[in-house]
């Protein structure tokens, strides 16, 4: 199987990272590379990533999002092969094996997806919480050529549907992706982060991502009648 590299864009993160960091280390397949992007954090999230070298690698920029953090990141990677974490987000130890396997297995294959469960902060996982499935950045693993082929992951209004809009273009780039029915990544409910709760501010990001897929749509239908 071929070696992978691991994304983590980190804001403010010091309560998670240390926790989701050894969920990346601890992968039964370990990776080549793990890169933190520290998008301007306030508290010590790079201090503790620091903590893990030298097989993690800590990159500090202003605040600018997690898409830009992302996008960074993976610019950081040699390995052909990219994986991504939120910092607040958890791997179950079999996660990359299973999935790479799936990519060695499909060389046909842009990217091999999972579900994912949730958990309360401060609460263990016992295996009953809510479980999601789709396009979710801890749960996507996919070929660097891919990701250079769709393009950087861009910041929207609000901080959210960063990795929406990137997962659009995707599909619009006719890229084949594999959803496994198997849960092999855990999500934290934690009050207070990027992507908790419900809020007009932020969600209007959701909002910037139905347009741009409508603008693609009407390009692309444009082309087709010249064609």
């Known amino acids: 199987m071929q070696p992978y590299g691991v994304v983590i864009p980190a804001y403010n993160a010091a309560r998670t ?14 990776p080549a590379e793990v890169v933190v992007v520290d998008d301007g954090s306030s508290d010590n999230t790079a201090t503790i990533a620091a903590g893990f070298a030298p097989r993690v690698r800590v990159l500090r920029q202003s605040n600018t999002g997690p898409g830009a953090a992302t996008t960074r ?20 130890p079999g ?16 990217l091999v997806s999972c579900r994912m469960r949730q958990f309360r902060h401060g609460v263990p996982d016992d295996g009953t919480g809510e479980e999601r499935g789709g396009l979710l950045r801890p749960c996507v693993v996919l070929r660097r050529a891919v990701f250079d082929a769709v393009g950087p992951v861009l910041d929207l209004p609000g901080n959210r549907g960063d990795m929406v809009d990137w997962f ?27 992507s ?28 087709g009648e010249q064609g």
């Open 95 to 110: 996660k990359m094996q299973v999935q790479l396997q799936v990519l060695h297995d499909n060389p046909d294959l842009a």
């Open 73 to 92: 990141g993976v610019q950081e990677i040699t390995s052909p092969i990219l994986a991504f974490l939120d910092a607040d987000d958890l791997w179950l």
């Open 168 to 194: 659009a273009r995707l599909r619009a780039g006719g890229h084949r992706t594999m959803e496994l029915d198997e849960v092999l990544a855990l999500r934290r409910i934690l009050p207070g982060s990027l």
């Open 196 to 223: 908790h709760g419900r809020a007009a501010g932020r969600d209007i990001g959701y909002l910037k991502v139905a347009h741009l897929a409508l603008l693609r749509n009407r390009r692309a239908a444009t082309d």
């Open 17 to 30: 990272l240390a926790e989701a960091l050894e969920s990346v280390l601890g992968q039964s397949v370990p």
